[in-house]
């Protein structure tokens, strides 16, 4: 079969997250109708930022671009349409990974290659609303949308050598602001948040920006402890709550205050009254010094 090398070649996946669980609450016809609606959108988009749709797998799009630009921008737009979340009346999430590199173009138009294995791991690391690139790739994009990335870890890929930095493509820049008119009441009261960790604080509220947790100097909050990742994990705003997401190799364990703990791996939970946060660690193991107390406030004029 004829095949042509590309050298500048983008490849992104996108697939609906928790698919199955669609299927298992809904049936099989209202969810492959959901899916569909969804898959339509991303294939629209996709073409109308120059990119090629390979194929559909499920509830998967394979596509690549010529430009990494047009990429992340059709990235971004997929997450945007799906801000709200909703798709006939159900939650829908999409998680989004991309690589750029050398590829074999088919003659069917089929693409295989180290950049497409890579690709897909992106996609693999990806939850639900997130977008996720390869570090080398987000320093191909140009300034205005490389301004969007941001380094989140080192994780090893199947074929490579050395674990890949990572970095995430930040959508939500205006956050509650643009979905508070569309979500309850409840999201619409501003919350303040505070952050203890090793005698450093952090003070912040849902209109500010995210916080990343980790053992590199470039952390909003760093922890310096052995199992911790250097972007270990990140507090975001969404529909008007704090999120702590994990993005790191050895999970991150949460405790509220009536002692139940819950283990995060690449997973989220909101923050809510007060508890602690241990990145890599076990509680039990944790030496204390290292941990997170974080304490949420409503309706105060000033922080905290």
């Keep these: 079969m004829d095949t042509q090398p590309i050298d500048t070649l983008t490849v992104m996946f996108a697939d609906v997250a928790g698919s199955t669980k669609l299927y298992e609450q809904l049936g099989d016809v209202i ?70 590199g050398t590829a074999i173009i088919q003659a069917d138009g089929d693409i295989f290659g180290d950049t497409v294995n890579t690709a897909a791991r992106m996609a693999g690391i990806a939850k639900g609303r997130q977008i996720i690139l390869s570090h080398e790739t987000s320093e191909k994009l140009t300034p205005s949308i490389q301004d969007k990335s941001r380094n989140i870890d080192k994780v090893h890929v199947k074929g490579k050598a050395e674990p890949m930095l990572i970095s995430e493509l930040v959508w939500e820049n205006a956050g509650v602001t643009q979905m508070v008119a569309f979500d309850n009441v409840a ?34 909050l760093v922890v310096d402890e052995e199992l911790v990742s250097r972007f270990h994990a990140k507090i975001s705003v969404r529909r008007g709550q704090f999120i702590l997401t994990d993005q790191s190799t050895n999970g991150t364990y949460f405790r509220t205050n009536d002692g139940k703990v819950t283990y995060l791996r690449r997973d989220e939970i909101t923050l809510a009254d007060s508890g602690v946060i241990s990145l890599g660690n076990h509680f039990e193991q944790s030496t204390g010094d290292w941990l997170i107390n974080f304490l949420v406030t409503h309706n105060t004029s000033t922080i905290l």
């Excluded at 501003?190 to 209109?207: A, H, M, P, V, Y």
Aim: net charge negative; hydrophobic share 35%.
């Design 187 to 220: 999201s619409q009261i501003k919350q303040q948040l505070l952050l203890i960790c090793n005698g450093s604080e952090i003070r912040t509220d849902t209109d500010s920006v995210d916080i990343q947790l980790g053992r590199s100097d470039d952390c909003d």
């Design 31 to 100: 969810a492959n109708s959901i899916i569909s609606e969804v898959i339509q959108m991303m294939q629209q988009v996709t073409e109308s930022h120059r990119g090629t749709v390979i194929k559909t797998i499920g509830d998967e799009v394979m596509c690549r671009f010529n430009s990494v630009d047009d990429c992340a921008s059709t990235a971004i737009v997929i997450q945007e349409k799906l801000q709200l979340g909703m798709v006939q009346g159900q939650f829908v999430s999409v998680r989004i990974g991309f690589h750029s």
